[in-house]
């Protein structure tokens, strides 16, 4: 998402062109918002997520999406980017590593001491945990007063409609213009492969979006997935 699913520990962690008519992208508005910053990329997975209680709130909202549902569409180490080896071994690793004074393995050493910089290694080492028993087949129930109903749904709209209809289609495009995340609207309606069979009015639904033509470079959560 690739943007929502690289916000989780240490990762991130979502110009224009129709199918056949190449047109210049209009500016529209792109609201910041508390996990997101519209003007910065980097800021979700940068300094976001660093700290404990983001990332127990990405955790719990990961828990009522469904790690099994994510871990089938990106694997169970897909918070771990870039990061290749057995799953299960890694995160037991993290786990058996993280109260040992003396660590032979480098990695090891180094991701503690960063969330130990970072002061959320308690947490982190909570949540591993945590993973480690929902692969295991342990029920978890998240705690929905931690659960970020934002994240919630733009995962919903970025990751699970593969099998969109149309009155998904209105409501998320509805959601994302009560949300201020009028770029994203705009890409949804033009920009996403899922939607390309939606028969709705773009250029009738265009006209609720406002537009900011003074704004500099913007990085909308719903990406352009069509280049």
Same mark, same amino acid.
């Given at each position: 998402m690739n943007k929502i699913?690289?916000?989780f520990l240490i990762s991130a962690s979502l110009f224009a062109c129709e199918i056949s008519t190449i047109?210049?992208?209009?500016? *529209?508005?792109e609201k910041d918002l508390g996990f997101y910053k519209a003007s910065d990329k980097d800021y979700t997975a940068s300094t976001w997520i660093r700290k404990s209680e983001n990332i127990e709130i990405a955790h719990e909202t990961f828990k009522k999406i469904g790690y099994k549902n994510l871990a089938d569409k990106y694997g169970w180490c897909w918070p771990l980017q870039g990061v290749f080896r057995p799953c299960n071994e890694l995160i037991d690793s993290l786990i058996l590593t993280f109260q040992t004074d003396t660590i032979n393995s480098v990695y090891y050493k180094e991701f503690w001491e960063r969330r130990r910089?970072?002061?959320?290694?308690e947490m982190? *080492?909570?949540v591993l945990k945590e993973i480690d028993s929902i692969q295991d087949g342990i029920s978890v129930t998240p705690k929905l007063k931690k659960v970020n109903d934002t994240i919630y749904k733009m995962v919903q709209i970025i990751s699970f409609s593969d099998s969109i209809n149309q009155s998904e289609a209105n409501e998320n495009f509805k959601f994302?213009?009560?949300?201020?995340?009028?770029?994203?609207? *705009?890409n949804l309606l033009y920009e996403r492969y899922e939607y390309y069979d939606i028969d709705w009015n773009q250029e009738e639904l265009t006209t609720v979006l406002k537009s900011d033509s003074s704004r500099g470079n913007v990085w909308p959560i719903i990406e352009d997935d069509t280049k």
């Open positions: 699913f690289g916000i047109r210049e992208k209009p500016k *529209y508005q910089k970072e002061d959320n290694h982190v *080492y909570k994302l213009v009560r949300t201020g995340l009028h770029e994203s609207a *705009y």
